[in-house]
């Protein structure tokens, strides 16, 4: 059972936009940064989005990060299908006092 | 060029021992906080263990804690997993990650860095 919930899979065509959410409480998205993952396949995860809504030098900015209150989203605009990986949120958890994560969400390019 | 190296996975017997290492390269490794995460096989990414830029703060997942002990030696920039009583559940690719400061835990913190990960399977 993840700290956080994430839909299991998202789809979409070439050009179209795509947003992924992840939900959790007050003791982690809801009093902490969110930060998103983007694993490639049989690839080490990578930092996609942090501190919520920054991006990372290099990341293109068809990636974006959104919070609100106890969720959180990941929008993918102009899909590629080098966006075809799974997708982590991980926040800390103040109750845990432990770094929780999503249980990723498989993004395909149809 | 900043670079973790994960190295110590292994085939290992129920209720074994195994040191994991993770060698980094390409930043003053004493002024960051370090991160291990592991992967089970087709699932999702757990967090296992963090440790300060010191060595000072060490935190733990519920499902490690007693078992596994992260250490880091600032003098040869290498962090280390010292895992014991392992179970099959304990398998996983592990990996280590560079946090983005010195202190953890830090809720803004973020993992900026991954290693390429090192396999641990535990089985009889």
């Known amino acids: 059972q993840s700290v956080l919930t994430q839909p299991p899979s998202a789809s979409g065509t070439p050009g179209q936009r795509v947003t992924i959410s992840c939900s959790g409480s007050s003791s982690n998205i809801g009093s902490n940064t969110v930060n998103w993952y983007q694993q490639l396949p049989g690839t080490a995860p990578k930092l996609l989005i942090y501190s919520n809504n920054q991006r990372p030098s290099g990341v293109p900015d068809r990636f974006s990060g959104s919070k609100s209150g106890t969720s959180a989203s990941l929008a993918i605009s102009g899909l590629q299908s080098e966006d075809e990986a799974d997708y982590y949120c991980a926040a800390w958890d103040d109750s845990l006092n432990a770094w929780g994560f999503g249980g990723g969400t498989k993004l395909t390019v149809l | 060029e900043v670079q973790l190296l994960e190295s110590g996975g292994g085939l290992v017997q129920p209720g074994g021992s195994l040191r994991l290492s993770c060698a980094a390269s390409?930043?003053?490794?004493?002024?960051?906080?370090m991160s291990w995460v592991r992967q089970a096989p087709g699932k999702g990414l757990e967090w296992v263990s963090a440790?300060?830029?010191?060595?000072?703060?060490?935190y733990y997942a519920d499902s490690v804690k007693g078992r596994f002990t992260i250490s880091r030696d600032n003098s040869k920039n290498t962090l280390y997993l010292q895992m014991n009583s392992l179970r099959a559940e304990d398998t996983a690719v592990y990996y280590c990650?560079?946090?983005?400061?010195?202190?953890?835990?830090?809720?803004?913190?973020?993992?900026?860095?991954w290693g390429q990960g090192t396999t641990v399977t535990v089985s009889s």
């Open positions: 440790i300060s830029g010191s060595g000072g703060s060490t």
């Open positions: 390409g930043f003053t490794f004493s002024s960051y906080a």
């Open positions: 990650a560079k946090e983005s400061s010195f202190a953890s835990p830090l809720p803004s913190n973020f993992m900026d860095v």
